[in-house]
């Protein structure tokens, strides 16, 4: 089984930027492709981005192209999502997710997830 944390989220101006870590505990990190999804009021949980465990290789929504990247250190168990030129559109309750097979776009495919983190953009 394993236990997500999400951390570092906030408020933010229109243009600013935050990193969002996810610590994993209970399984072999470096074996999960690790998805970041979002949820804002009244909407359906979206993709964010993936990273997939064995060819690294990363897929971000569209609206996330360009601004967000997102990153993985095994040694630390941890994956990161780097958002810069943060929009009002990216007020969402963040979430990390694990799946132990390869990238995919569909939050049903994760089984593990984390509680999220609260990113406000707000002038």
């Known amino acids: 089984q394993v236990q997500l944390v999400e951390s570092g989220g906030g408020a933010v101006q229109p243009g600013g930027s935050l990193r969002l870590s996810c610590a994993a505990s209970?399984?072999?990190?470096?074996?999960?492709?690790m998805g970041w999804f979002r949820q804002a009021p009244g909407k359906e949980r979206e993709f964010v981005a993936r990273h997939v465990w064995n060819t690294g290789a990363t897929a971000y929504a569209d609206s996330a192209e360009g601004r967000f990247t997102i990153s993985r250190d095994n040694a630390k168990n941890t994956v990161y999502l780097q958002m810069n030129s943060l929009k009002f559109e990216d007020t969402a309750n963040y979430y990390c997710?694990?799946?132990?097979?390869?990238?995919?776009?569909?939050?049903?495919?994760?089984?593990?997830w984390g509680q999220g983190t609260q990113v406000t953009v707000a002038s």
């Open positions: 997710a694990a799946r132990a097979g390869y990238g995919s776009r569909s939050a049903r495919e994760y089984p593990y």
């Open positions: 209970g399984g072999t990190f470096s074996r999960y492709t």
